[in-house]
């Protein structure tokens, strides 16, 4: 893919989106992967000086979250708010989601514009009146093919299953509007072959192009079985079909027919996050409504694989819904976020194991990371006071330091600013952190130290500032992954007050060798990344 670099000032936001979340049940480890991603995407951007929009919500209608709060003994709006107040929201902020938008299917801002999007499209002749008749899994709330259903056994013998929740589907009928999905077979396959990076990962891309070579057929866009929903405008004993209404959120929640200026500013978005088991309704159904519609398509549908836990897909239907609080109580929220982006290529499934995060918490954050900004700052303090010395004798160790930074920022900014390769980009930083732990290895400072000299105080104030200056660029590439560890490395370096704010300084510029000031005032902080107690037990 072709590095774009950033954009101007003046340009349209960059826009992400995370699905929005079902409300059945409080978040678990698959629904926070998704919106860590995104936000390390979006903070990326700002770290790069572009105006950035990154939109995360709730999805609060259709028969899942209607059955839910049944069974809880309260009406569905109060399940909503519920969930919404006491997990949702709360969980976003302690992972230190910085969302500038967090949107509410049930709010008035949505509904009303859902139903003026829909009565447009009717008045177009797009949706007509019909019934069908078909298998139907509540909890992906969709109609399924009979192709893609699995032969229940056990408790389920004799019974068709849902391939995703492993669940018996119900057989509907009833008659519903049908949006003309069929009618946007062709012009789908040609805005892919005209956009080849519009699905990603490729293996997504194909699955949803041999889909849509099958033929497409027409959209049930209402529902009349239930009334937890938004009604059809023009026919109030239909609801809205959920995922019509939850893929508008959209282009509601930046001003469709409300604020014409942000809406464009805006709209589309850059980057659809989502999970491969809900990518057809994004990759299809979405961008047909679109072109119905006459509005622009999104930049890119990325689909992200499954997190998995003993071979089954993370769900709390699986009985594998990890909370992600369970982890960053005993790992720390910083290297919550940075594990998953870097234990799995973004695109594919990846496991999940207690045993790998304690690895790779220990030997990559602790021992490597953690490690090289406690002996630097030690040696500083120890050698000079605090203060950072100037650097008077580089050579060739030094100018291997500085092209390994050079090219650990241009890497890193690739792979996660253009590429979404999260996993490529924070081991492009990491591989530049092991190098400066090599430099101080080969270099010896605590040897250098014991030469009185002018020139060993030269050379000894050289290996420590070399290494400082790389860690203040570690620390601007990290940010967007762990902000709360960056920022501490930031005040230990002093550079908060020669710099000025973390958040202020450039991806691009992170590179430019010499940026942290020499008498900047470096201090022996808290350990970045503390040992790990035994594993707790249940």
């Known amino acids: 893919m072709q590095t774009r670099g950033p954009r101007s000032k003046d340009a349209k936001s960059f826009y992400v989106t995370t699905p929005i979340y079902y409300v059945n049940d409080a978040p678990h480890l698959g629904h926070a992967y998704t919106t860590v991603a995104g936000d390390v995407l979006t903070r990326w951007h700002r770290q790069r000086g572009e105006k950035v929009w990154y939109l995360t919500g709730t999805d609060e209608h259709g028969q899942k979250i209607m059955r839910t709060a049944e069974a809880n003994g309260v009406s569905p709006q109060e399940w909503a708010d519920k969930l919404v107040t006491e997990s949702w929201r709360p969980l976003w902020e302690h992972l230190e989601i910085a969302d500038d938008d967090f949107i509410r299917t049930t709010q008035k801002r949505h509904t009303d514009r859902v139903q003026e999007f829909v009565q447009d499209l009717y008045d177009k002749g797009e949706i007509y009146k019909g019934g069908y008749q078909g298998p139907y899994c509540v909890g992906c709330e969709e109609y399924k093919l009979p192709g893609e259903l699995l032969d ?39 805005h892919y072959e005209a956009n080849p990076g519009f699905i990603q990962p490729e293996s997504a891309r194909n699955e949803v192009v041999n889909f849509v070579r099958r033929g497409l057929q027409d959209l049930s866009i209402s529902r009349s079985t239930f009334d937890w929903g938004i009604p059809i405008p023009w026919d109030a004993k239909h609801v809205i079909y959920v995922w019509v209404d939850a893929l508008l959120n959209y282009a509601t929640a930046v001003g469709y027919n409300e604020n014409q200026e942000k809406f464009e500013a805006t709209f589309p978005a850059d980057v659809h996050l989502v999970g491969k088991d809900i990518l057809r309704f994004h990759a299809v159904i979405w961008p047909a409504m679109l072109m119905a519609q006459g509005l622009p398509l999104p930049g890119r549908i990325a689909a992200n694989g499954w997190l998995m836990v003993g071979g089954e897909k993370m769900s709390k239907s699986n009985l594998t819904g990890i909370k992600p609080q369970d982890l960053t109580t005993h790992f720390g929220v910083d290297a919550y976020r940075w594990y998953f982006l870097r234990a799995i290529a973004f695109g594919q499934d990846g496991s999940f194991s207690w045993e790998d995060f304690s690895a790779r918490y220990t030997s990559e954050l602790a021992n490597d990371y953690g490690n090289l900004a406690s002996r630097v700052a030690a040696m500083v303090v120890k050698y000079f006071g605090g203060a950072l010395p100037r650097a008077t004798a580089d050579g060739e160790a030094e100018r291997a330091v500085h092209e390994g930074l050079a090219k650990a920022v241009a890497e890193a900014d690739r792979r996660i600013g253009d590429e979404l390769d999260f996993q490529g980009g924070i081991l492009a930083v990491f591989d530049f952190v092991r190098q400066v732990n090599g430099y101080i290895t080969e270099q010896e400072p605590w040897k250098v130290a014991k030469d009185g000299s002018e020139e060993g105080k030269a050379r000894l104030a050289t290996i420590l500032y070399t290494a400082a200056d790389a860690l203040r660029a570690v ?39 010499g940026k942290l000031p020499a008498g900047s005032t470096v201090t022996k902080g808290a350990v970045l990344f503390p040992r790990l107690e035994e594993k707790p037990t249940a």
């Open 152 to 190: 229940g056994e056990g408790e389920f013998a004799g019974q068709k299953l849902c391939p995703i929740h492993r669940k018996p589907v119900e057989i509907l009928s009833e008659e519903n509007y049908f949006f003309q999905l069929s009618q946007y077979g062709a012009r789908l396959l040609a």
């Open 475 to 513: 620390a601007v590439l990290l940010n967007p992954v762990m902000p709360d560890t960056s920022r501490k490395l930031w005040d230990s370096l002093g550079a908060q007050a020669t710099l000025g704010a973390l958040a202020d300084q450039r991806v691009q510029e992170a590179g430019e060798w």
